[in-house]
């Protein structure tokens, strides 16, 4: 396959890059590929490991000549890390991000952006509970969806090749405005993580249920909750300070539903719960139609 790219440079080298290095070798979508971290004990191990043609030290080196540089870093830090590259940009070049919010990162970043280089942003919905340079893997991404968000202005060139790239990647594609990717994801990923972390820091908290018997004798549902609540806590910060908004609607019809069962089951409304459970679970039968995960017994997923 001809490189979509001549040169792409990775900035942040976490699960997200290191999967996109290894399937851009997979396809030989990119001539060469340049990675940064700000850690060094990050960029050591990217050594170590093989992970990108070349790993920088300085950012400035990293986004030298590149023809598609990509923020995979936390969204509360891409608007600082735009600043700082912006003048070592070359003309004709695309940025792109990863993040999972667009509206914040838009406004963030677009004023760094320099006359003559192109902003598209994007974000593969992929990922797994892990993270750093060594989490990465090529087939993280087939399949799976990748979400491409204009910003106002963006070149139709651009964006066009930006979706080729990702397709090379084996995602599928869809392109989408940004406060309503921002309410999607709300409702897809950001509520869901936060409803994970309060369960668990609830079984934390409950004294009368001991952390032995928690971890003994977690059944599935609990370790999937745990397994969500398991990823990065800094980006994951950032993500619900940055997208206020759409969490905290998500988040008030959540309540809504839940005291909607709280008082059918304080008033055994057996008829109500067993009617709200089978509406529910064909969207999950949806999910598993679309092809998006497995119907196999705790998922598919070992441990």
């Known amino acids: 396959m001809t490189p979509i790219y001549d040169r792409v440079a990775l900035i942040g080298l976490g699960l997200i890059a290191s999967s996109m290095f290894w399937a851009m070798k997979r396809n030989t979508l990119a001539g060469h590929v340049t990675g940064y971290a700000r850690s060094q004990e990050t960029r050591d191990t990217a050594r170590r490991i093989g992970l990108c043609d070349t790993v920088c030290d300085t950012l400035a080196d990293a986004v030298q000549d590149a023809d598609l540089v990509v923020l995979a870093v936390p969204v509360g830090v891409m608007g600082d890390i735009a600043a700082e590259i912006a003048p070592h940009l070359k003309p004709g070049a695309t940025v792109t991000d990863v993040g999972s919010v667009k509206g914040r990162v838009i406004s963030d970043v677009t004023p760094h952006i320099p006359d003559g280089v192109h902003f598209v942003p994007a974000h593969p919905l992929a990922g797994t509970e892990h993270s750093g340079p060594e989490s990465g893997f090529a087939t993280l991404f087939d399949n799976r969806w990748c979400l491409i968000v204009p910003s106002e202005g963006s070149d139709p060139e651009a964006v066009e090749t930006l979706q080729r790239f990702w397709r090379g990647l084996g995602s ?35 004294g009368r249920v001991t952390d032995s018997e928690v971890i003994n004798y977690s059944a599935a549902g609990f370790r999937d909750f745990t397994r969500i609540a398991a990823s990065d806590p800094t980006m994951w910060r950032d993500v619900f300070l940055s997208n206020k908004d759409a969490t905290l609607e998500i988040l008030g019809r959540f309540t809504e539903e839940l005291f909607a069962l709280q008082r059918a089951i304080r008033q055994g409304d057996g008829d109500f719960l067993h009617d709200y459970f089978t509406r529910t679970r064909a969207l999950r039968r949806g999910i598993i139609e679309a092809g998006q995960d497995t119907a196999a017994p705790n998922f598919g997923r070992s441990g």
């Open 172 to 206: 599928n594609v869809d392109v989408m405005e940004p406060d309503h990717h921002d309410l999607v994801l709300a409702v897809t990923s950001h509520c869901p993580h936060l409803i994970a972390y309060t369960m668990v820091g609830v079984a934390d908290d409950l």
